[in-house]
């Protein structure tokens, strides 16, 4: 069975400062990883992926991921954040061969002052 | 840029009735699945569907639940006799087109369920 940790419930930052919400997750099979963001009132949107190849994956709205097999980790990184990344962001895994499924982490809730 | 809706945006109601979820997924997604996050909680995999049959389901989808494509647009979750515990806010994703799962799911705005 497949898990995600998020350790960080709420990272508070200020304007145009950098961030990384840390994300780790277990699994006995190979795996794909997913950040997914969620602003107030809305969906979840995904922000960034990683099936295969470069571990350094970008995405979305500056954000970039490194996904780091030997620490089973996948941390979310943006050299400087506007007021606007303020949203809950949540690190999720599903198993590369087989299950359809997406397992969450708890969420991260990203709070930029300004 | 197409989108999964879903309605209502908020549900109440009392223990012991029954509700249906609906969304409407992406329209040339053939793959849709459920997910609930109770307040405070992980988001939490509740059931694939894929060629009008269940693909694959988690414990927490009991004989309680059901889904349903009653045409060739909706996607529908109907809880039978509502609990406290099923006071949740309730996702639906679609992915794939025909022949290709797809590893990407889209999600919806999702449905608040509150039961009293």
């Known amino acids: 069975a497949q898990s995600v940790t998020q350790l960080d419930s709420q990272v508070p930052v200020f304007e145009e400062a950098p961030v990384e919400l840390r994300c780790n997750y277990s699994?006995?099979?190979?795996?794909?990883l997913f950040w997914y963001v969620q602003y107030p009132n809305q969906g979840l949107q995904l922000l960034l992926k990683?099936?295969?190849?470069?571990?350094l994956v970008k995405g979305i709205n500056g954000f970039e991921a490194e996904f780091n097999k030997s620490q089973t980790s996948f941390h979310l990184r943006k050299p400087s954040v506007h007021i606007s990344d303020t949203a809950e962001y949540f690190c999720?895994?599903?198993?590369?061969?087989?299950?359809?499924?997406?397992?969450f982490g708890k969420g991260t809730k990203l709070t930029v002052n300004p | 840029e197409p989108e999964v809706t879903q309605t209502p945006s908020h549900q109440v109601t009392q223990m012991g009735q029954e509700v249906i979820l609906r969304c409407v997924p992406i329209?040339?997604?053939?793959?849709f699945y459920w997910y609930r996050q109770i307040l405070g909680q992980k988001v939490e995999f509740l059931v694939s569907?894929?060629?009008?049959?269940?693909?694959?389901k988690s414990e927490i989808f009991d004989d309680q639940f059901s889904v349903e494509r009653p045409d060739g647009s909706n996607f529908t979750l109907k809880i039978r006799s509502t609990k406290l515990e099923d006071s949740a806010m309730y996702f639906c994703?679609?992915?794939?087109?025909?022949?290709?799962?797809?590893?990407?799911?889209?999600f919806g705005p999702g449905t608040r369920l509150t039961v009293t």
């Open positions: 999720a895994v599903s198993d590369e061969g087989g299950s359809e499924k997406l397992v």
């Open positions: 699994s006995s099979v190979s795996v794909y």
């Open positions: 994703a679609s992915s794939g087109t025909s022949g290709y799962r797809g590893v990407e799911q889209y």
């Open positions: 329209s040339n997604h053939l793959y």
């Open positions: 569907f894929y060629n009008n049959e269940i693909s694959e």
């Open positions: 990683y099936l295969s190849g470069s571990t």
